[in-house]
């Protein structure tokens, strides 16, 4: 079983929905969690981080479970800009040490 | 430009050559961090840097990789006696102690590696 679990899609919405992601964790001392965004040939970059308590950063709302070990990131209002690979990851402490591990990322396209 | 740079970006080579990367991170950061990405799969861990100390292998990570980080600045990931599965965009990562608990890793652009 993979450590991070994401729907590959892709999401194909129209400008303007509000989609949803999710995304489930299978190891339990994982400490925190966040969304990557990554563009068509480009390098994943940092969009949100998740906390237990949900945060909103705009029209990006992120979500955690602990219990159920499941994380969702919300889009409102979605831009064309927003087609990208969002990537699921979770800060796994092991062997001593922090690292990230990655989702395999659900594509979202937006068309006008 | 003070992100983190790769070298080559490009790389096509034929099966059993051996090929070198090389990363140079954000000069502040004491993490390097490699990952291997294919098409339609996330960045997967290969290798951790802390200063000059690699802390942490991937069980992905073959005999026939290895990767250096020999003054704590840039590093080096090399492959030998490639084979076409080794064919994949190698990205590494740079943070402080700090960025790491807040997730934030600064990737470079990636080296892609095609072997025919």
């Known amino acids: 079983r993979k450590e991070v679990e994401q729907d590959p899609g892709p999401f194909n919405v129209p400008e303007g929905a509000t989609v949803a992601f999710n995304c489930t964790y299978s190891n339990s001392a994982s400490q925190s969690f966040f969304w990557y965004r990554q563009d068509c040939r480009k390098e994943p970059k940092l969009l949100m981080s998740v906390y237990s308590s949900g945060n909103e950063d705009g029209r990006f709302t992120a979500q955690l479970n602990r219990a159920s070990q499941y994380i969702s990131l919300l889009i409102r209002d979605s831009k064309l800009s927003d087609s990208a690979t969002y990537l699921c990851?979770?800060?796994?402490?092991?062997?001593?040490?922090?690292?990230?591990?990655f989702g395999a990322g659900t594509r979202l396209a937006v068309h006008p | 430009d003070t992100g983190v740079s790769q070298d080559p970006r490009h790389k096509i080579t034929k099966r059993g050559q051996n090929v070198t990367f090389r990363c140079d991170p954000i000069s502040e950061h004491n993490r390097l961090y490699w990952y291997r990405q294919t098409l339609g799969q996330g960045p997967e861990f290969l290798t951790y840097?802390?200063?000059?100390?690699?802390?942490?292998k991937s069980r992905l990570l073959s005999d026939r990789f290895s990767a250096e980080r020999p003054k704590g600045s840039f590093s080096t990931l090399e492959i030998q006696r490639t084979e076409q599965g080794d064919s994949a965009m190698y990205l590494c990562?740079?943070?402080?102690?700090?960025?790491?608990?807040?997730?934030?890793?600064?990737f470079g652009e990636g080296s892609r590696l095609t072997v025919l």
């Open positions: 990851v979770v800060n796994l402490f092991s062997g001593g040490y922090n690292k990230l591990i």
């Open positions: 840097f802390q200063n000059e100390a690699q802390l942490e």
């Open positions: 990562a740079s943070s402080s102690k700090g960025q790491l608990y807040t997730g934030e890793l600064f």
